[in-house]
């Protein structure tokens, strides 16, 4: 993968140096593939407060998911097929602001925040070694 100074991120064969796509992002603020290779997951800078910020990618279709997270901190995809997406969403406001954790499929069938047993920070989260869980360090 390759972020070109024009907005494009292009994606590469490792073997014969060949794009094999390329997508043209405006506002690009960071970038990554996932462990398999399948989605190219982007995360923009708002223009608008309705915009949809972190973009899904199927790399071989090219198909576009769109999620809105205001006030995203942080995104990581499981592992697994069928991936599954955790985003984290930092304190907001002031000193008292809450943290939050959603929970999205790649396929737009489920968005949703995480109920987490008490409130205060979310410190971490990561993905079982099968991508069917994950763990949260919070509190």
């Known amino acids: 993968m390759v972020i070109k100074p024009d907005s494009t991120i292009g994606l590469y064969d ?3 140096y ?3 796509r390329s997508f043209a992002i405006p506002n690009a603020l960071a970038a990554t593939l996932s462990p398999r290779g399948t989605y190219l997951q982007t995360f ?8 949809k910020n972190l973009v899904l990618w199927n ?3 090219g198909f576009t998911y769109r999620l809105r997270i205001p006030g995203i901190a942080a995104v990581e995809l499981s592992k697994a097929s069928g991936s599954y ?6 304190e907001s406001k002031s000193y008292y602001g809450e ?3 959603n929970y999205l499929t790649t396929d737009g069938a489920h968005e949703g925040l995480v109920p987490l ?6 410190h971490d989260v990561r993905w079982s070694s ?8 919070y509190g």
């Open 14 to 16: 490792c073997t014969t």
């Open 18 to 20: 060949s794009e094999i």
């Open 44 to 51: 923009q800078k708002s223009s608008t407060p309705q915009e």
């Open 59 to 61: 790399i071989h279709t």
């Open 85 to 90: 997406v955790a985003a984290f969403v930092a």
């Open 99 to 101: 943290s939050k954790l």
């Open 117 to 122: 047993r008490k409130e205060g920070p979310v």
């Open 130 to 137: 099968t991508s069917s869980e994950f763990a949260v360090v």
